[in-house]
């Protein structure tokens, strides 16, 4: 019976680290998808930025 305490234990302790793992994962996409976000608004930011360069030397 005491195997199976341990066993229920570590298993237990493995369902929590997994747990934790899965919240990291989605903390990492969430962030991810932040910085594509924040990437793509600069990139439009630049996109404008040269169209009115170029618009100014013609």
Do not use: A, H, P, W
Request: aromatic letters at 2%; proline letters at 0%.
């Amino acid at each position: 019976m005491d195997e199976l305490s341990k066993l229920e234990e570590k298993l237990d302790t493995l369902i929590s680290l997994i747990n934790e793992l899965k919240q990291k994962v989605e903390d990492f996409e969430k962030k991810n998808n932040q910085l594509r976000s924040c990437d793509q608004q600069i990139k439009e930011k630049v996109d404008l930025l040269i169209g009115k360069i170029d618009n100014l030397l013609i």
